[in-house]
Each structure stands twice: as C-alpha cells, then as structure tokens.
C-alpha cells in the first residue's frame, strides 16, 4: 500500500473518531494545514496525519500493518500444508480410483470458487471467505490491544466496494499457493512410486463414464496434455499394470488438476491484482462527510491581510507586521503571560504578547505564515511553568530555526524553570542574542 493511501486511511480513521468521541484538540494540526497551499482535502489529509501523529494513530496502523503481513504469512504456511495433505489424501490408495481423486483434488477448491463468485456478484460489499475472517481475526490476535479499534472500519469505510477485488486477490492467492503445493507433491508422488489407475460407479453407465472423462479432456488435450483414447478408458474400469495406460491416466490427471485448478486461480490472481490496483487509483475523500464540510471553514487559508488585521488586537501596528512579512521576520521576539505594560527592546521585531487564546492563535498564525530563523520568548519568572506554558514553548519552537528563552527578571519560579529548560534542552539569553544575528546577517 503506497503512503498516499495509507494517509487517506489515516484520514478516515480520524474522522471515525471525532464522529463518536468529539473533536481532537487541533489548533496546531489546523494551523499547519491553513498554510498548506493546496486544495481542501489535501488540508484535510495534512491535519490528519499531524493528529494521527500526535496520538499515535500512525504507529497503530503500522503495527495493525505488521500483524496484517504477519498471520498472512502464517496463513500462507498452512496453506503449504493444506495442499499437500489434499495430494497426499487423492493418492492415499493404490489402484488410485480417478474421479475420487479428483474430488479430493479440486472439489472444495470449485465449490469455495462458486461461493467467491456469487458473494463477489451479489454482495459485493460483503464478500469474503473463511480465510479472511481468519486471517483478520489473526491480526487482531497478533495486533493486540496495541492499535485502535476504528482502524479497520476506517479501512473498510474507505475502500467500500473496491474490497471485493482485495479479498478475491487475498483468497485466490491462498487457494493457488494450496494448488501449487498440491501439484508439486502429485508430481512428486507420481514420479517416485507406481500407481495403477481405475474408475468405478454403481449409477452410471460405462459410456456416460468415457463422455465423461472425454469432455473433462478436452481442454487440457488442447494444452499438450495427453487424452486417453476410448478403449483405454473402458479398459480401465479395473486397475491394469500397463506402464502405457498408467502414465496416459496420470498426464491426463495433472492436466485436468492443473487448468481447473492451478491456472484458474492464478488468472483469478493477476486479474483481481489489476482490479485492485485499478480501484486504488479512483479511491479519494468523501467531502460530503459532515466532519469534512465542518473543516471545511476551519481550514480556510489564512492570509496575510487577517494575519496583519489581527496585530491590532495586541498591540503590533499594521505596519510593523507587514513590515516582518516583507523583511522575512528573520529574528523575533515574543512575550508569554507578561503584563502588557513592559516596553521591550529598541530595535528588535516583537510580536506581541501571548496572554489569551486570541493572542495564542494570531502570533502562531503569524509564525505559521512566516516561520522565524531566531526566535526569543520573553518569560515573566514569577510565573508558574505548567504544562500549558511548556507546550506553548514547544510550538513555539517549532516555528522556528533556534530558539532561546529570556527571563525579564528572576522570580518565585526561577528554579522550576530551569528544571523545565534542562528537560526541554533550551536555552536561555536576552535581548542581545537577536541584535547579534541582525548584525551577523
């Protein structure tokens, strides 16, 4: 599954969720998604991955991934055993009674066929096999309780009918692996020991038996692979040593095993691969969701005038913040929980203050825009250094290429604050550290 996918998937999931728990907390994802110049539903996979990240829904996937590849291996494994013991019971006896064996051989293989086709015909979003239903109740098994529960409803929500052509790719490719083994082991089987050759039947007539065994023939005769003539068959109704005859019926056995069989499901194979293939291309967000339409708003672009518009309300002139925009706002300073009255520096871009959401959203809305190459954020010591203050720094952060802090003054929470540094690995300076990188630039 290519990554695009694996984001719409993503996306899905995420939207599963708010729909049965609320919304995430996504000012960040959404903020990172408004500046994305694309169109809508690329903003809203954008967000998604940014969310799934943040809660671990990407490292779920991966690992429900790996649980997935995991018991298909296992599944493939047993399906080695499966053919071969299906090889094993056609030749348990000798004299090897013919239409017995080709019961052994190919019976449940064209009845499973059957059902396949029917559910794939009339309940397309519904069509599956008892190898799917183990094979998901093995990845839930291996996946544990270490991904979330909306990833395979997200899955099957997403890909909708274009499941039929998954499930038929992963059943037939199971069913050729059991053939395939199943054809290795006659091989096998009839190349290191005599077998003799009859038929037999209480109901049917020994003519109806040739018409029979001709018709079954045919197709596989077309192909290269021999056809018992009508006096051999009738000579067959009892097991004969005729090293002749006994090789003609076993040619004439692999032939019919291997076209009804083996070639059926690997046609089956390539051709449910490239309808699979085919329908992942098509697959694409529904943005008549009414999670989708709701995001839709929140999501709009920001431009820059709303950016500058919005200096106003804490104290940034209209010219000054378009002024960052056009120099490319290289160095920056920010004030978090200060009162509003302390003057900063001459000669340095501040920002503005961040002491409500309002003001949060405009100076990260404005970092978003124009991220910063060195970014100061001026602390007020006194402060309590709680976990909204910490992840506040570290969005901070993340807008910019270096960051430091500055402590206006040496308050209560001094220590805290360094014990909260040391953790988040940044350092501390003043005003001076900007003026140094407006003078090196």
Known sequence: MNQYLKSLWLTETVRLIEHNNGRFRDDEANRQARALNAPLDERIIMRAEIISEQH??????????NSVKLSMIILLIVAVFTGSGLALGALAYNPVNLYWALLCLLGVHLVTLCLWILSSVFLPNESGSL?????????????????????LPA???LFSRQIRWLVGLIVNVLWTVILCAALIVLVGLLSTKNYSFEWQTTLLSAESVITLTRLLGE???????????????????????????????????????????????????????????????????NLQYPEYQMLSHDLEPTSIKSVIDAQADWQVSRSKAAALFR?????MLVAIDIETHWQSPENIDFIGFVNNHKQRETVLDLLQQQPAEKL???????RTPDRGMIHLIQTLASKSSQTKVWFINQGRQWNNWQENL??????????RWLLEGKHDA
Not at 327 to 331: A, I, P, Q, R, T
Not at 376 to 382: H, K
Not at 422 to 431: F, G, K, P, V
């Open 219 to 285: 197709l596989p005769a077309a192909l290269g692979f021999s056809l018992p003539d009508t006096e051999m068959i009738r000579a067959s109704e009892q097991a004969i040593t005729n090293g002749e005859i006994r090789s003609a019926w076993a040619v004439w056995l692999l032939g019919i095993f291997i076209v009804y069989g083996v070639a059926v499901r690997a046609i089956l194979c390539i051709f449910c691969w490239v309808k699979w293939r085919i329908s992942c291309n098509s697959i694409s967000l």
């Open 56 to 65: 671990e829904l990407t490292r779920a996937q991966a690992h429900w991934l």
């Open 131 to 151: 190898f799917i239903h183990l094979w998901l109740w093995l990845a839930k098994k291996l996946s544990q309780k270490t991904t979330t529960t909306q990833i």
């Open 422 to 431: 040391a953790s988040l690995n940044i350092e501390q300076a003043n005003s």
């Open 376 to 382: 100061l954020i001026a602390i007020d010591s006194d």
């Open 155 to 157: 899955f099957i929500t």
């Open 327 to 331: 120099s490319g706002g290289k160095n």
